[in-house]
């Protein structure tokens, strides 16, 4: 009984390029070679990119990229590039006009008229506005400013409080890796019998785990 209709779905490719490593933490980010990389992984078939408004520049970087694929390339490639972003606000009160002034400045980032997936993001569980700016996020997908509506790091609990509010989720990327197993209990099973699929990444290694992979 999900708002949105049948229409919540897109095809990705099962690696995506985490951009991550543009959020500041490894040094100055020389924007042309940044876009160059990515019409690279583009041009290999890897055409799905994950970021996040807090990514440093990484929703204007997927608009610097996505021109350059518009002048560029072949129209079979656009077809084929998504880029997946995040929002996470802080704990205020969702009003329309906040969720709405946030999906647009994303929006104006990435150069398009609709975010091919939104994953949301909540700190505070204590304080229910996640369903309220989820509600308004729906509104905005069904008014075309967003094509599919997904969670970041959400918890099995909050999941399923956020499904039975009729709110059309296709998917919850969250930390899954050999040291960290957490989905495969609830969540998994959750996913399952609702058909939420699962994006998985893996958490930056502590600095020992890397000298052991070394």
């Not at 990484?58 to 079979?76: H, Q, S, T, W």
């Not at 969702?94 to 150069?111: A, G, L, Q, W």
């Not at 569980?125 to 959400?154: C, M, Q, R, S, W």
Request: with cysteine.
């Amino acid at each position: 009984s999900s708002r949105g209709g049948t229409d919540s779905s897109l095809a990705i490719c099962r690696v995506l390029n985490g951009m991550w490593q543009t959020s500041g933490g490894w040094g100055r980010i020389d924007r042309a070679d940044a876009v160059d990389a990515m019409l690279a992984y583009a041009d290999a078939g890897l055409s799905t990119f994950d970021m996040a408004d807090h990514y440093g520049p990484a929703e204007d970087l997927y608009g610097m990229f996505i021109n350059k694929v518009r002048r560029e390339r072949p129209p079979e490639m656009l077809e084929e590039v998504r880029g997946l972003t995040k929002w996470v606000p802080p704990p205020v009160k969702m009003t329309r006009s906040f969720v709405e002034e946030n999906i647009n400045r994303s929006r104006k980032r990435m150069d398009v008229a609709a975010l091919d997936m939104l994953q949301f993001h909540w700190w505070d569980y204590a304080n229910p506005g996640y369903l309220d700016a989820l509600k308004h996020i729906t509104d905005l997908k069904e008014e075309g400013k967003i094509k599919t509506v997904a969670l970041t790091n959400f918890d099995t609990e909050r999941l399923q409080i956020i499904l039975e509010n009729g709110i059309p989720i296709v998917s919850n990327q969250v930390q899954h890796s050999i040291v960290d197993m957490r989905p495969q209990k609830k969540m998994a099973e959750l996913c399952e019998l609702t058909g939420v699929k699962l994006i998985t990444s893996a958490p930056s290694p502590p600095s020992r785990l890397v000298l052991l992979l070394q």
